[in-house]
C-alpha cells in the first residue's frame, strides 16, 4: 500500500498545551498537505508545502518536511478544544493527480 | 470560492437496492473528480478518478460494475452504488479539482450511506 503513516494514532491534551503529529510516507512528492476532519463531516484543507519547501507556518500551525527522512509533522500551538479532529496528512505521488491520504491522527484537547 | 457540495448527506437503503450519490462544483467547472471511501476511524481511500467526458479509472480492488460513476458535466460527478450490501456501508467523499494538478482539490462534505 502506498499509504502514508501518521503517529500517533491518537493524542489527548488540555487546552493551551501544543500538539504535535507526525507522518511518514513513501514515494518521491510535490507536495504535502494537512487536512482535519470533525466527526462524520468533510475534510477542511490546513495547509500545503512543497517538496522544495521545509517548514511553513500559518497561524497557529507549523508544519515541517523532511524529504531525506520522507516525513512531516504538524505542530498546533496553542491548543484549543475546537481543535478536536482527526488530522489527516496527503501526498500526491508524484506525476499524478491523486491524494495519497495518511491513516490519521485523533486528537481530543480537554477543556 | 471553490464550494463542493454532495447529496444527500446521508442515505439509509435496504440491501440490494442501489444507491446514487452526486457531487457537484459549485462555483468552478471540475475537469477532475475523485471518490473516497472511508470506514469507521479509518482514512479516505480513493475509489477512482472521473474526468468529464470519459471513462472513470479505478483503483486496484474496486469494481468498477459495482460502483458506477458518471461524470457527465463540469460540474456533476455521480456515483451509484448498485446492489448495495451492509460491508458498502461507508462515508463517501468527493473531491473536484479544476486542473490536473493534486494541489487543487476541493471536498465535499461527505455522504454518509447505511445498508441495512
Known amino acids: 500500500s502506498q499509504q502514508g503513516e501518521e503517529d500517533p494514532q491518537a493524542l489527548s491534551i488540555q487546552e493551551g498545551e501544543n500538539a504535535t503529529m507526525n507522518c511518514s510516507y513513501k514515494?518521491?512528492?510535490?507536495?504535502l498537505q494537512w487536512y482535519r476532519q470533525n466527526s462524520g463531516r468533510g475534510l477542511v484543507h490546513l495547509i500545503l508545502?512543497?517538496?522544495?519547501?521545509r517548514e511553513k507556518h500559518s497561524g497557529r500551525l507549523r508544519v515541517t518536511l523532511d524529504t531525506s527522512k520522507k516525513s512531516s509533522s504538524l505542530l498546533i500551538t496553542a491548543s484549543r478544544a475546537a481543535d478536536t479532529a482527526s488530522y489527516f496528512c496527503?501526498?500526491?505521488?508524484?506525476?499524478?493527480?491523486?491524494?495519497?491520504f495518511g491513516t490519521g491522527t485523533r486528537l481530543q484537547v480537554f477543556p | 470560492g471553490a464550494v463542493v457540495s454532495q447529496h444527500p448527506s446521508w442515505v439509509i437503503c435496504k440491501s440490494g437496492t442501489s444507491v446514487k450519490i452526486e457531487c457537484r462544483s459549485l462555483?468552478?467547472?471540475?475537469?477532475?473528480m475523485f471518490w473516497y471511501r472511508q470506514f469507521p476511524k479509518q482514512s479516505l481511500m480513493l475509489m477512482a478518478t472521473?474526468?468529464?467526458?470519459?471513462?472513470?479509472?479505478?483503483e486496484q480492488g474496486v469494481e468498477k460494475d459495482k460502483f458506477l460513476i458518471n461524470h457527465a458535466s463540469l460540474t456533476l460527478s455521480t456515483l451509484t452504488v448498485t446492489s448495495a450490501h451492509p460491508e458498502d456501508s461507508s462515508f463517501y467523499i468527493c473531491s473536484a479539482s479544476a486542473t490536473t494538478v493534486a494541489d487543487t482539490q476541493y471536498f465535499g462534505p461527505g455522504t454518509r450511506l447505511t445498508v441495512l
Open positions: 508545502i512543497r517538496s522544495n519547501e
Open positions: 462555483d468552478f467547472q471540475a475537469t477532475t
Open positions: 514515494t518521491s512528492i510535490n507536495n
Open positions: 472521473s474526468n468529464e467526458g470519459s471513462k472513470a479509472t479505478y
Open positions: 496527503a501526498t500526491d505521488a508524484y506525476n499524478t493527480d491523486k491524494l495519497i
